[in-house]
């Protein structure tokens, strides 16, 4: 890899954080130990605010006085993950950006493994959770379920159980920074993106303190947006299944005919009637809240608001 001048930053590491003031000292702590390693490179550590109601961003705030490197974005309210890495790709300076959470479930010693990938040429290298025996059943099993779902649907799959902890060589994060979409899947940006990728097994870690913000139903939207804004197969199937319907109910018509014609009139039976009409109808809603899903999201994208909302920042210069 050619060597760059003194003034760039060579690795970007970004973290968005919300109401995680348990997590922050344990984890700068952490990261010490790895970029010591990394002593040839320089480095910065963008960490995201994301609307903390908590003492994050004046725990933040006394180490960036300590140190220069630890660079804050603090939003003016809780805007979300996703475009919490989206603004740490905006204002990271390095050759390469690195995101992960701040709570120590993705160990940063990875950040070693990438680093060597990187130099053998690698644009994009994720993680693998190998072995998430630190999460419950249940999530487990609804994250296989998601990935293989997900991947079914859309044009550009994603690596099973790889999240956003991943490196990113300038020339993804360019990519990613043009797109001007507003609803954002991240996992489905980097897949989309392409370029030459490799994934890397670790095991995941429990939490180094406090609790997961992300809830069942936080989970279940997150993987709805996911879908909705990666693949219009949910659009798509529905031609499909209309035309089954129509198909069975044409010959299902005909079948009424001839047996009229060979046996004379009769009453057809009421309660295959209203099953027939009860399963059409609720076909019909799960269309009608697909197609909002859809819809809500062209809202959102014509509003063209921006993607968050930027309070103060702290060792970044104004650009």
């Known amino acids: 890899m050619a060597k760059i ?6 690795i970007s590491i970004i973290v968005s954080m919300y ?19 990394l002593k040839e490179y320089s480095y910065e550590i963008i960490c995201i605010d994301d609307g903390s109601t ?31 890495i989206m603004a740490g790709l905006k204002f990271c300076k390095g050759k390469a950006a690195i995101p992960m959470d701040v709570d120590l479930q993705d160990p940063p010693e990875l950040i070693l493994d990438f680093v060597k990938k990187w130099q053998e040429g690698y644009n994009m290298v994720y993680g693998i959770r190998k072995d998430r025996n ?32 991943r490196l990113l060589d300038r020339k993804v994060v ?10 954002i899947f991240m996992k489905g940006v980097f897949g989309w993106a392409g370029f030459k990728s490799i994934g890397i097994g670790y ?31 949910p659009l798509r199937i529905w031609s ?29 039976g009421y309660a295959s009637l209203l099953v027939f009409i009860l399963v059409l109808g609720g076909i019909q809603m799960i ?7 859809y819809i809500g999201r062209i809202f959102v994208e014509v509003k063209n608001r921006p993607l968050y909302i930027v309070e103060e920042k702290v060792n970044i210069e104004n650009d």
Request: proline content about 2%.
């Open 174 to 183: 360019d990519t990613i920074l043009a797109l001007p979409e507003r609803n």
């Open 287 to 293: 269309i009608l809240g697909i197609l909002g899903e």
């Open 5 to 10: 001048s003194a003034n760039d930053v060579d």
């Open 54 to 84: 908590d003492k994050t961003y004046k725990i933040l705030c006394d180490f960036a006085k300590q140190d220069k490197h630890i660079k804050i974005v603090k939003f003016s309210r809780n805007f979300g993950k996703e475009y919490g």
């Open 240 to 268: 499909y299944v209309g035309t089954i319907f129509s198909v069975t109910g044409m010959l299902y018509a005909f079948y009424i005919v001839l047996r009229t014609i060979i046996h004379g009139t009769d009453v057809p």
């Open 134 to 165: 630190s999460d419950g059943f249940i999530k487990r099993w609804t994250a296989k379920l998601f990935y293989k779902i997900y991947n079914l649907m859309t044009r550009s799959p994603i690596p099973y159980n790889a999240g956003d902890y």
């Open 203 to 233: 095991t995941r870690q429990k939490r180094v303190a406090g609790d997961s913000k992300w809830n069942y139903w936080k989970l279940w939207n997150f993987a709805l947006d996911g879908i909705t804004s990666s693949t219009t197969f």
């Open 19 to 37: 109401n995680e003031e348990n997590c922050i000292k344990s984890f700068f702590e952490a990261m010490q130990k790895v970029l010591i390693k």
